[in-house]
Every structure is written in structure tokens, then in C-alpha cells.
């Protein structure tokens, strides 16, 4: 993994009912266009939504620091990588 290309997970907990107040709002700072933001997506669980986050770590850090500006959201979680596997190349090795 170079300096240039890190990966993070974002778990977002969204105030209740909030979650087309949500998208709203990542639509209007751009975040779904962003080329750091690689994808989001909604789910069930302990968080609302999850949010893959590639870059340097300057420009996720970035991304995590506007995200928590907004009230709509109650807490964050972030889980960077530090190691990234290509599923293809374990597969392979498992197949041999």
C-alpha cells in the first residue's frame, strides 16, 4: 500500500428518522461525487450507513472531519485498513 492509497470505513449512526435528511446533505456537499468517497451505503445494524473512503490519508481525514460537522449525525466510527487483499490472488492460492 503506497502513501497515496489508504482505505477507510466510515460507520455512521444517523439521527433517528433523519435519513433522507441524510442523503440530502451528502448530496449537497458533493460527497457522492467525490472521488474519495468510493461508495455509501445504508444498512441495519449498530449504524445506519457505511461510508468506503479511498485516498491519502490527508484527504479521508478530511472527508471524516466535514462529515461530522452536520447535527444530523450522532456518532461515527472509522476503520482504516492496513492491508489491502486481492481476493482474486487468495482464491487462486486457495485453489492450488
Known amino acids: 500500500m503506497s502513501s497515496e492509497d489508504y482505505r477507510a470505513y466510515v460507520l455512521i449512526e444517523i439521527q433517528p428518522g ?12 458533493g460527497l457522492q461525487r467525490d ?7 445504508f444498512v441495519h445494524g449498530s449504524f445506519d450507513a457505511v461510508m468506503l473512503l479511498r485516498g491519502t ?5 478530511a472527508r471524516i472531519l466535514e462529515l461530522r460537522k452536520s447535527p444530523l449525525i450522532r456518532r461515527t466510527e472509522t476503520l482504516l485498513c492496513f492491508e489491502m487483499l486481492n481476493w482474486e490472488d487468495i482464491s487462486g492460492r486457495l485453489n492450488e
Open 18 to 29: 433523519k435519513e433522507k435528511e441524510f442523503t440530502e446533505y451528502v448530496m449537497s456537499k
Open 35 to 41: 472521488i474519495n468517497v468510493e461508495r455509501m451505503d
Open 57 to 61: 490519508m490527508k484527504n479521508i481525514d
